[in-house]
Structures are given as C-alpha cells and as structure tokens.
C-alpha cells in the first residue's frame, strides 16, 4: 500500500503561475511563481515560446530540480490568480 501523499508531495503539475522573470523560450528560462504547498515558491520555468513578466502560465511538466516547463494562460474567468 502506497502512503498518503501530504501537502509538501503535492506536484506543480495544472498549477497556474506568474511570470516574475521572463523566459526567453529556446534561448533560455525564466521563474514562475506558484501558489503551492500553503505558501507562495519560486520554479524555474522551461518553455517553447518567450513570455514576459506577468504573464499567467500553466504548468504542464514538472522536471524536476525545481524546474517546470510552462505555456500561456489566458484565464477565461479572470479570477484564478485570486483564489
């Protein structure tokens, strides 16, 4: 039997984040901040397109390291950085 996961094994995976400092695509990464395990970190964000600081993203892989790959967002409701 596998062990309950706890809220520090939660994965980044479908978390919506912010740009804090811009990827520039294949040329190299940027930081996303995501709201995870009850506070507020900072990942490296790996990503195929350049984005810009405050831009909304999704994150789609978690590599590991600290490290996620992410694509835009655009939020249809305009509320889930609020929540």
Known sequence: MLPAMSGSDRSPIGLIGRIVTASRGPD?????QLRIRGGTETFIAV???PIPVGDS???LIDLGH????VCPWDDPFGS???Q
Do not use: K, L
């Open 57 to 59: 993203v999704v994150v």
């Open 47 to 49: 990503s195929t397109e």
């Open 80 to 82: 889930m950085q609020n």
């Open 28 to 32: 190299g990464p940027g930081e996303v």
């Open 66 to 69: 600290r490290r996620v790959e």
